[in-house]
């Protein structure tokens, strides 16, 4: 059932995240016209009510709002070609996902030129807190489009935070993502420690939950470690790897020293070469425990 018509929205990208977005937005009352190359998601989220389109051309055609979550930046640039090419009365696109600023400022120059505004908006948020509209927006770039989509951002998200310049989104994420990655590898370290001394990992999520040593990160992928089974991924470890590159990539050019999110590199690159790659990030506790000659039955 979704309330009163609030208008309509393109979507470009139905993954895990632009797909719980796109529910989200119908659920609450926006026309959402929907693009993905994979027929697959497009007839999962046609069956839930948003509008299946052709092209990315044809999802900006639909709406004066475009939203672009995609998973890589040579997918953001046809994106961006494209609409450019649509030849299109002006468009705010919101570039949701996290990449190099390269790639984010060579996709505003394509849709600037074409008399677009592209606005850096990357989310901060899992796939399941997408779901439940848990969402955190670091937006930057054109400040009267940012406020403009402001309320179809806060349909889908909890906060929508403007940081001024575009790329200081960017550059925020890169921050959170940071201690995501640290906070995700200390959280399996800290299962692999308690079950290695013979606690219940059950037991372990419930009271590290209630004391000092939480995060949102535990609460979060606490329940996956506990009970071993890391299939339903809100965040691929294949795509964690792309996103952890590029921070320390962009940490090495300014000259930053970052020796904990280092630290945590070769356990990620431990569980790609497990085959990991397509399990949740939760997965490291697979490559914790290995290394603390921990064996669990497979959940």
């Known amino acids: 059932?979704?309330?009163?018509?609030?208008?309509?929205?393109?979507?470009?990208?139905?993954?895990i995240m632009g797909g719980a977005i796109a529910r989200n937005l119908h659920a609450r009352g926006w026309r959402v016209f929907g693009f993905d190359t994979d027929k697959a998601r497009c007839a999962e989220l046609r069956a839930a009510g948003i509008e299946i389109v052709a092209s990315a051309q044809d999802a900006a055609a639909q709406a004066p709002v475009v939203l672009v979550s995609l998973p890589r930046p040579d997918a953001l640039m046809?994106?961006?070609?494209?609409?450019?090419?649509?030849?299109?009365?002006?468009?705010?696109?919101?570039e949701l996902g996290t990449f190099s600023l390269d790639d984010k400022y060579a996709a505003e120059t394509v849709l600037r030129a074409?008399?677009?505004?592209?606005?850096?908006?990357?989310?901060?948020?899992?796939?399941?807190?997408?779901?439940?509209?848990?969402?955190?927006?670091?937006?930057?770039?054109?400040?009267?489009?940012?406020?403009?989509?402001?309320?179809?951002?806060?349909?889908?998200?909890r906060a929508v935070s403007n940081l001024g310049a575009f790329g200081n989104g960017t550059k925020m994420k890169f921050v959170a993502?940071?201690?995501?990655?640290?906070?995700?590898?200390?959280?399996?370290?800290?299962?692999?420690?308690?079950?290695?001394?013979?606690?219940?990992?059950a037991q372990i999520l419930e009271l590290v939950k209630s004391g000092a040593g939480n995060s949102r990160v535990f609460e979060l992928?606490?329940?996956?470690?506990?009970?071993?089974?890391?299939?339903?991924?809100?965040?691929?470890?294949?795509?964690?790897?792309?996103?952890?590159?590029?921070?320390?990539?962009?940490?090495?050019?300014?000259?930053?020293?970052?020796?904990?999110?280092?630290?945590?590199?070769?356990?990620?690159?431990?569980?790609?070469?497990?085959g990991l790659g397509q399990q949740d990030t939760a997965a490291v506790s697979v490559v914790l425990e290995a290394m603390a000659g921990i064996e669990r039955k497979p959940a």
């Open 114 to 157: 074409a008399g677009h505004v592209l606005l850096d908006c990357p989310i901060s948020g899992t796939g399941a807190q997408a779901k439940t509209r848990d969402l955190s927006i670091y937006a930057s770039g054109d400040a009267k489009s940012i406020d403009a989509a402001r309320p179809l951002l806060l349909d889908f998200a």
């Open 78 to 94: 046809l994106t961006a070609n494209a609409i450019a090419a649509a030849k299109l009365p002006r468009r705010i696109v919101v």
């Open 177 to 201: 993502n940071l201690l995501v990655a640290i906070h995700n590898v200390a959280s399996a370290e800290a299962f692999a420690l308690g079950m290695k001394a013979g606690l219940d990992p």
């Open 221 to 274: 992928r606490g329940p996956m470690m506990a009970e071993g089974r890391y299939d339903d991924a809100t965040m691929k470890i294949s795509v964690w790897q792309k996103d952890m590159a590029i921070i320390r990539e962009f940490a090495r050019t300014i000259g930053c020293k970052v020796p904990l999110l280092e630290a945590t590199a070769p356990v990620y690159d431990a569980a790609l070469a497990r």
């Open 1 to 15: 059932m979704t309330s009163a018509g609030k208008g309509a929205v393109g979507i470009v990208g139905l993954g």
